[in-house]
């Protein structure tokens, strides 16, 4: 694999000038206002404009739609072939779609979204239209396919956006179906948070020596987020979440690891007198869609989520993400707290654990590198530590203040259960 520029800050410096994107696309994210390509655009950018197939590795919030959008578009608009995105969520899936009718709209792009929850006949419809650009879950596609309603003979550049969520929600026998339907001559994208051995091996195996574009390290949180934990009893848990809302005004997105969890938080919010909705996998497609816009504009001031939402939420301002139980694996930490402090901006994170919870806020700080700091509210009764006790000084190198806390097993449990 080869690895891509090193020092992207010359082509940020220039803007989106001198990356090879064409006069008209330039003028368009000129009248959008994009005015700095992140360093992942940057880097990104001039490879897959030149046909390259390309392995980038971003934590989230960091501009990876338009880092493959911006060359399928150009590649597009000279009328060669259609464009596939595959990625695992609706909500994404949507984003990714309006982010790229944006851009390549007043060029005439057509777009068909193939998402489950909603009828297939408007999707055949859109497919009928010939699109430029499919933008689809793995199962939807697949039903399409088996229909018989699209034909992936014409997909000339492919992007798995996300690959890693796909292969934790176990859509890798159907992303191996649709590489099967799919030319073997073509351009090959591949953009993820972080990059498992499985998804490397895939990416051996159906990209033609690929550009790796990696801005930060597998489990890097955002560069602006500040993180704290608070050691909580579980029936304290509800108590310290209405102190933290008093606390802190800003729109706040708070995760809890089921849907049963998410809907018991929401109503506890509501009788707070706070503006609160939901969104998990029980919602229908209609009610996250109302759910999410209005987080985004104002109707709502939390959002509860299950971590079906923990990538698919691209929110401008939002303070404060609250993780009310722990992730059900490490990785989902860094996607979750990186719905704050995206593009550049600021943001807080604060994480519940219980005293027999360790070992998960251990695997946590091993993964950031970083101890989680951890802190005490003066209303709440002390909690009982006897369970935790300092990390060894190896398992934290380079780790910012305020220890975290390791456990000291009972005896054997395995991560997440």
């Known amino acids: 694999m080869i690895t891509g520029q090193q020092h992207p800050e010359q082509n940020i410096a220039n803007g989106f000038y001198g990356l090879g994107i064409a006069p008209a696309i330039l003028e368009i994210l000129e009248k959008l206002r ?12 001039p490879s897959a404009i030149q046909g390259k197939d390309v392995v ?11 880092a493959f959008g911006i060359p399928m578009i150009q590649h597009l608009s000279r009328g060669k072939g259609q464009g596939l995105v595959v990625l695992p969520t609706r909500e994404l899936a949507l984003q990714v779609e309006e982010a790229l009718r944006k851009v390549g709209g007043t060029l005439g792009l057509r777009t068909a979204v193939l998402i489950g929850g909603t009828s297939l006949w408007p999707q055949k419809q859109a497919l009928a239209r010939r699109p430029h650009v499919i933008v689809a879950t793995p199962g939807r596609l697949i039903d399409h396919m088996e229909q018989r309603n699209v034909r992936l003979d014409g997909v000339s550049i492919l992007v798995l956006d996300e690959a890693d969520r796909m292969l934790d929600m176990g859509f890798m026998p159907q992303i191996q179906r649709i590489l099967n339907a799919l030319p073997r001559e073509r351009q090959t994208m591949l953009f993820s948070a972080t990059m498992p051995s499985e998804i490397m091996k895939m990416a051996a195996t159906h990209m033609k020596l690929p550009t790796r574009v990696e801005i930060a390290p597998t489990g890097t949180t955002a560069e602006r987020v500040t993180q704290e934990l608070f050691i909580v009893s579980r029936d304290q848990k509800a108590t310290l979440l209405a102190k933290l809302l008093e606390t802190y005004q800003g729109p706040t997105l708070v995760f809890t690891r089921t849907k049963h969890g998410a809907r018991k938080v929401t109503q506890y919010i509501r009788g707070l007198n706070i503006r609160v909705a939901e969104i998990h996998s029980n919602r229908s497609l209609s009610q996250r869609r109302e759910a999410l816009d209005g ?19 691209d929110v401008k301002g939002i303070e404060l993400v609250l993780n009310y139980d722990l992730p059900s694996s490490s990785d989902d930490y860094v996607h979750r707290i990186g719905r704050t402090a995206r ?29 989680l700091p951890v ?6 009764p002390h909690v009982s ?25 009972r005896a054997h449990r395995p991560f997440g259960r």
């Open 385 to 409: 530590l006897s369970e935790f006790s300092r990390p060894a000084p190896r398992a934290h190198r380079g780790s910012t203040r305020g220890g975290g806390w390791r456990f000291q097993p």
């Open 295 to 313: 987080f985004k504009f104002g109707k709502y001031r939390v959002l509860v989520a299950t971590d079906i939402a923990s990538r698919g939420i």
């Open 34 to 45: 994009f005015k700095t390509p992140t360093p992942i655009q940057a880097q990104a950018i």
């Open 56 to 66: 980038g590795i971003a934590q989230t919030g960091t501009g990876k739609t338009l």
């Open 375 to 380: 802190a005490k509210h003066p209303d709440l």
């Open 343 to 371: 593009a550049g901006a600021e943001g807080h994170a604060i994480t519940f654990a219980m005293p027999d919870e360790g070992s998960e806020v251990h695997a946590i700080e091993r993964l950031i590198r970083k101890s």
